[in-house]
């Protein structure tokens, strides 16, 4: 077991090497359909390649038991997946920076997102499955469809395994 | 005018001639994520074409006065469009049936969303603009970046002009 991580804040900065950040804030805005409505334009692109179809789908998390275990990581090689909070509850977010076929367990982050804000992780980052504080909560997903192998784990050795300090 | 378009309830079967409906009902469910999670897989699929990008983005839409004035209709004729609310508020969709380069007005049909349903407009369906029925409400769109004219709009003559029976 080492140190739990710290959650530092979701920015985009902060994020930018691991994928977007799906917020309000800081965006593009068109006023759209007679003014009724604001378009807060391209906040993540979706990156599915050829031959391959973005879908629309929901995830329901359930909270994982206190304090939670961060044992392994998940990646997809192939395309990337942006989750945006359907009820706005704060939620938490653990990735790393790739080395090859592995993670760089070195450089293991984790960011406390707000309820209004979703994250778009970049075609094959390393990511924690999604993490939630509530009790349940629901994410909208964008992500890949399509041939090939689109999910890769790799599980922690057990000295490599850390919690979130809350 | 004529006479007030009134809501019918939005169910998949319904809407299918215009698009998907984005809900978890009737879903196809995927247990994730050691257990702590659930996908409702493919709700809605981005048809977006070659050359160009599915993007995420967010519309704030503000109420229209009431009785809302339904005077035109609008249509992507490259892209689908989603609509996935955020905020859990009923709201509406406007759509029509194709006759050309023109919506057919006499196959105008209103749909009461709940505020836990989305829609994807299929390429090139003829709709009205996101109509919400709560003050202010937020929806998450994917939808189509690329080259080319993707929005087209049809003016009703004022005789066609309707209202929504609420």
Redesign the interface.
């Known amino acids: 077991m080492t140190s739990p991580l710290v959650p530092e804040p979701l920015t985009k900065a902060a994020f930018a090497p691991f994928g977007e950040v ?1 917020e ?1 804030e800081d ?1 593009e805005v068109r006023i ?3 003014g ?11 990156e ?1 390649g050829h031959g391959a ?12 038991p206190s304090p939670i275990r961060i044992d392994m990581l998940e990646r997809h090689p192939l395309g990337s997946q ?1 989750f ?1 909070p ?1 009820q ?1 509850h704060d939620w938490l977010i653990v990735v790393a920076e790739d080395a090859g076929a592995e993670p760089d367990l070195a450089t293991l982050r984790c960011f406390y997102a707000r309820g209004d804000q ?1 994250v ?1 992780y970049a075609l094959g980052v390393w990511h924690f ?2 993490l939630i504080l509530a009790d349940a909560q629901d994410f ?3 992500d890949r ?1 399509g041939p090939g192998e689109n999910l890769r784990e790799f599980f922690f050795p057990e000295d490599a395994v850390t919690t979130i300090a809350l």
Do not use: D, M, Y
């Open positions: 799906i309000t965006a759209i359909n007679q009724f409505a604001k378009r807060f334009h391209g906040l993540a692109r979706a599915i179809e973005a879908i629309i789908s929901i995830f329901r998390a359930t909270r994982r942006a945006a359907i706005p979703g778009n499955p999604v909208l997903i964008v469809e």
